[in-house]
């Protein structure tokens, strides 16, 4: 069983930065690919960003690209979402996900194939 908790979240104004660390529980985390979504109140679950196993691969979403960097470090089993130039529409609670994986290079940007969540983070960005 995989443990996630996220932390770094907050309350920011629009153009500012943030980044959101989580942590994993699972003793071979560098088997799992990891994932960030996002839900914002009255709306469904959201894609931000993925990373594959070994950290070659990334994916992100169209409205984060260019802003948004996805990390990990598979010794201290961490993974991190740099946000930089935050608006307001990006406010919503962040949740870190993991799936185990055979694949080095696999990113996973569809929630369903996920099997762990953490609790979330808030960020919430004023403008």
């Known amino acids: 069983q995989v443990q996630l908790v996220e932390s770094g979240g907050g309350l920011v104004q629009a153009g500012d930065s943030l980044r959101l660390s989580c942590a994993a529980s699972?003793?071979?985390?560098?088997?799992?690919?990891m994932g960030w979504f996002r839900q914002a109140p009255g709306k469904e679950r959201e894609f931000v960003a993925a990373?594959?196993?070994?950290?070659?691969?990334?994916d992100y979403a169209d409205s984060v690209k260019g802003r948004f960097t996805i990390s990990r470090d598979n010794a201290k089993k961490m993974v991190y979402l740099q946000m930089r130039s935050l608006k307001p529409e990006d406010t919503a609670v962040y949740l870190c996900?993991?799936?185990?994986?055979?694949?080095?290079?696999?990113?996973?940007?569809?929630?369903?194939?996920?099997?762990?969540w953490g609790q979330g983070t808030q960020v919430t960005v004023s403008s």
């Open positions: 996900t993991a799936r185990v994986t055979f694949s080095y290079s696999a990113v996973v940007p569809n929630a369903r194939e996920y099997n762990y």
């Open positions: 699972e003793l071979t985390f560098s088997s799992y690919a």
């Open positions: 990373i594959s196993r070994s950290g070659g691969s990334t």
